[in-house]
């Protein structure tokens, strides 16, 4: 590889580089933490894109410099009330004004500025982050509700499109079968009793009854920064699946993320639960922003949501297990399949709640 100090130079003069670490624990691309020595500017973030998943890694830079762009001017028209600290991402440029640098070995760069005074959890900890977390989506979906979805291009196709990992998981099931053990039986009947519910989502969209946003993709908690001193949530990180979309992919996914108190690589998958409470704040941070644009529609699909999205996540989890890990990086052969289970059960867990969780959706009405 090259050198880390090579790479980083490309985006800030060489003599105010004094360190570089490894940052984050992302399933996709590698993250690093480059320290300046400049008053004004101490950090920022350096990122190496997987180009086998991202595969037109120039458009997601466009998408992501569109999108921030046009979130920094709305915040500026309509700031956030009570001043609360909301900070938008900058895309940080080359020395000759490129927004990626491609290395010797075609490795694709990145640059971001860093968001100082707060950090990530990878899980809530408890309600009032529950409910910072559901304001960062909403304050999130809202700076981009006027943005229109022609200007962004949808980079990664099949991305949220649960019938579509349902079909790659029909295909590699066929190809590399999947053996047998109590686990593996636990996840074939899993899916089996429940893909009817795939395209639940789709078929919404297909038929008008949703409409199409401009979304994060990514939402999981530990990809919104909280800041150290108030506990607020001050900004969205991690923007490389921005896409047109529906909006309940995204509360699905923070949901299945924040309401996991075990968090999804716990190693006890059959404790996991989906904790109402949580559920409950994160919905109602989400509502008391984003009331601008949600219609009595989009409450409707809601729970359909909450419970799609760990079945989904869980899906492509167990698909990668049996393909052979090419997609999710992974600390040992079965990875994916630990956090599919941790998935499923969660997955479980809200429908032994349903009742539950859609008297919560029609209190917040
Ligand atoms: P990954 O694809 O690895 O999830 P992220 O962009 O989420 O990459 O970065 C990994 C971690 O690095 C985050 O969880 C966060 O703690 C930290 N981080 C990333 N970007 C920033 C930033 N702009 N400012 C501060 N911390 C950041
Ligand atoms: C991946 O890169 P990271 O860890 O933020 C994945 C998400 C999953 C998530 C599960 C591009 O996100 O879709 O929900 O893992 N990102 C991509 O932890 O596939
Ligand atoms: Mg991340």
Redesign the pocket.
Known sequence: MNSLFAVAEQFKPSDKIIDIKEFGN????KTFLVTLNTEEEKHFILQRINTH?FHQPELIMLNMRISTEHARRRLQHFPLSANRRWEVLHVLLTQDAQDHWVDSEGSFWRAISFIDNSQSFDTVKDIEQARETGCALGIFHTLLSDLPSGQLTDTFKG?HITPHYLAHYNEVLVKHGAGKSPDLNYCLQFIRERCGLAPVLENAKAQGKLRIHTIH??P?VN?IMIDTASGQAVSFI?L??IKPGLVHYDIG?CLRSGCNPLG?ETGQWEAVHFDTDLCRAILQGYLSMANEFFTGNDFKYLYDSIRLLPFE?GLRFFTDYLEGNV??KVRYPEHNLARALVQFRLAESIELQETAIRNIIKDLR
């Not at 992302?26 to 691309?29: F, L, P, T």
């Open positions: 992302g399933n996709i691309n998943v991305f993709g990514d999981k990809n991690d490389d699946t996914d999804e996540l997609y999710f």
